[in-house]
């Protein structure tokens, strides 16, 4: 796929999926700003990028802060004219307690990062999407967007409010050539996971850059189509 002068901004694009769906766009020809909260990723991120960091730039920006959004966005259309691609990575995982025991702080957490995360970036980047009269948006929702398993009733709800966030999005952006999908991982094989987990049979868990190949099918005009849907990403967890 080729993505040659394409502008894509990735919040969340130095972790573990990030790091590889950015990776991917820059192999891809793409210009790509991602934001980053944690230098030490960036940095790696960096380190992989090689010669192609010289269309990567990664700034420090809370995606959970309307005004930190908004300066993300125009910096962007300041720098490169043009927002084409956007990619809601962003996210976080707490699970293990029932909902009577998990408290409102963790509550908090998981719909700022997997809910308004992904509200506060598409609101800031979409009106110039609008303007263009074309745009790419994907959302990394979550198996768990479709059912509430025990235990994860915060990170569950959120990543259900992102999934339909995504259709109430794409049923609005339909006027204006703007395509907007989901994607539906599970476990992902990352460091954290296999961390987390370590008598777990990773090889069962799809890769990261496995998830990054439909990403960026999903930005590209082969995918005219898809608009709307929620795909899964999970193949045999």
């Known amino acids: ?84 691609v956007l990619v809601n990575i962003v996210g976080g995982f707490a699970g293990g307690k029932p909902v009577w025991e998990t408290d409102q702080a963790t509550w908090e957490r998981m719909l700022n990062l997997n809910l308004k995360s992904a509200y506060l970036c598409s609101k800031a980047i979409v009106p110039q999407m609008i303007k263009q009269n074309r745009g790419w948006i994907v959302n990394v929702a979550s198996r768990s967007s479709l059912k509430g398993d025990a235990g994860l009733s915060a990170y569950a709800a959120s990543k259900a409010a992102e999934l339909v966030l995504t259709q109430s999005l794409a049923e609005e952006l339909k006027p204006y050539r703007i395509n907007v999908n989901a994607v539906l991982p599970s476990i992902i094989d990352t460091e954290a996971n296999r961390q987390a987990m370590p008598n777990a049979d990773h090889s069962l868990w799809p890769k990261p850059e496995a998830i990054a190949k439909v990403i960026l099918f999903l930005c590209s005009p082969d995918a005219e189509v898809i608009h709307g849907a929620a795909i899964p990403v999970y193949g045999r967890v």
């Open 1 to 84: 796929m080729e993505f040659t002068g394409v502008v894509v901004a990735i919040p969340g694009g130095t972790g573990g999926l990030g790091r590889a769906v950015t990776l991917s766009f820059l192999r891809a020809g793409a210009t790509v700003v991602t934001t980053c909260v944690v230098p030490p990723e960036q940095d790696r991120l960096a380190k992989e990028a090689g010669s192609l960091s010289a269309r990567l730039s990664c700034l420090q920006v809370d995606v959970t802060d309307e005004g930190a959004v908004k300066r993300f966005a125009e910096e962007i259309v300041a720098h490169h004219g043009r927002v084409d």
